[in-house]
């Protein structure tokens, strides 16, 4: 472990994951004195009334008020809000949980097998960009659900404008397991080598880059498996680094929460969060959610550039680079400026993470090319087929 002068980490390591520093955050209690829109604390986590969220911030400056106190929450406070009521016409939710069925039904059929970041295939049924299929199969539905006024809320509370909403709908079914505890994207869907090669600044700016939040298609008592949370935990530095640590995973078993919720409720957490899909025990519940990502607007480059004809046009140096005992920095270096290293946004039905948390870059088959010494047609072939499975 390094510092700055200003006592702040540089750079992350397992062996700066201490659980005693970590209980000693997780275990500290949300007061909803220090939340006055919050309607009351349950089990460590912030409840909002949906309603009276919109009556507070019928002004502009309720609005900012209630916005700034949803950021205290997510950045300083449990890392969860439960919005209660966020969709008032429950009609709007089952028109689309009607679509979602269908979907999945069609999937099912075509024997699409759905693979799952954080559970083994199968264990659920998955529809994988859902909001591109909603909007194109159902646009009516679509505009009803996505017009609401409590998402806008707590996205542009955290995001700013601009903001860019995916969405990937998850059923548990009677008997489905739980998932695995994790953090989220982006660098939750990183190896733990891969995550530490990333200063300790991007640590702390990742969760800041993305929302997560689940809209309630049914009512999820607690044998039905909500999700397990454990508040506070979005604010361990490390944590990127220690939620697949075995003591942490232990702790997170022995201390995690898991709320029910109605129909029509939505729960908003800091990617941050180590968080779970909990077990279905029920006999009979099918338990859906819309799965929301809301991503900033500034995760983007300034220009766009054909990095697949860039790849092919630099392989054949590479590989008489390597030839003439080029060494594999020299030609990583080269491989980094060239190709794509960030394996999405992707189109994971196509593309799906089976073999891990994330599918391979393109940079990831560009070094696989130079290190096995691929013809240049077979490099082709294989960059022009990943870009088409990354294409909705």
Not at 18 to 27: G, N
Not at 165 to 174: H, L, Y
Not at 294 to 323: C, H, Q, W, Y
Not at 349 to 361: E, H, T, W
């Amino acid at each position: 472990m390094s510092t700055t002068a200003a006592g702040q980490w540089t750079w992350l390591t397992e062996a700066d994951c201490d659980l005693d520093a970590f209980r000693s955050l997780v275990e500290e209690q949300t007061h909803v004195g220090d939340y006055p829109s919050a309607q009351q604390v349950q089990q460590n986590v912030l409840l909002y009334d949906s309603n009276r969220l919109r009556h507070l911030t019928a002004t502009a400056e309720g609005r900012r008020e209630v916005q700034s106190e949803l950021v205290r929450a997510l950045l300083e406070g449990p890392g969860i809000v439960v919005l209660k009521g966020a969709f008032a016409d429950e009609g709007v939710v089952d028109r689309a949980s009607e679509a979602y069925d269908a979907l999945i039904e069609e999937e099912r059929a075509g024997g699409a097998g759905r693979g799952d970041h954080f559970a083994a295939p199968g264990a659920n049924d998955r529809v994988w960009n859902a909001l591109d299929k909603l909007a194109l199969r159902a646009p009516e539905v679509f505009a009803d659900y996505y017009a609401n006024d409590i998402l806008a809320l707590i996205a542009e509370a955290w995001l700013g404008p601009a903001y860019q909403v995916t969405s990937q709908v998850n059923v548990v079914n009677p008997g489905g397991a739980a998932q695995s505890v994790h953090r989220d994207y982006h660098l939750g869907f990183l190896s733990q080598d891969r995550a530490s090669a990333y200063p300790a600044h991007v640590h702390r700016l990742s969760p800041v880059l993305t929302l997560q939040g689940a809209v309630a298609h049914c009512d999820m008592p607690v044998e039905s498996g909500p999700t397990l949370y454990l508040p506070h935990s979005q604010k361990y530095e490390p944590g990127y680094l220690a939620w697949r640590l075995p003591r942490f995973v232990a702790y997170f078993g022995a201390h995690h929460v898991q709320l029910p919720l109605d129909k029509g409720n939505a729960a908003f957490f800091n990617p941050a969060l180590f968080h779970a899909a909990g077990h279905n025990r029920s006999a009979g519940i099918r338990r859906m959610a819309n799965l929301l990502q809301i991503s900033s607007a500034f995760g983007r480059a300034m220009e766009t550039v054909d990095r697949e004809a860039m790849a092919n046009a630099l392989f054949p140096v590479l590989l008489r680079r390597k030839a003439d005992g080029a060494s594999e920095d020299w030609l990583r270096r080269v491989v980094a400026a060239t190709a794509e290293g960030y394996p999405f946004p992707t189109n994971l039905d196509l593309d799906p993470p089976v073999d891990g948390l994330a599918p391979a870059s393109q940079a990831d088959t560009v070094w696989q090319a130079v290190a096995e010494g691929w013809e240049p047609e077979r490099l082709r072939q294989e960059l022009r087929a990943g870009a088409a499975r990354r294409h909705s």
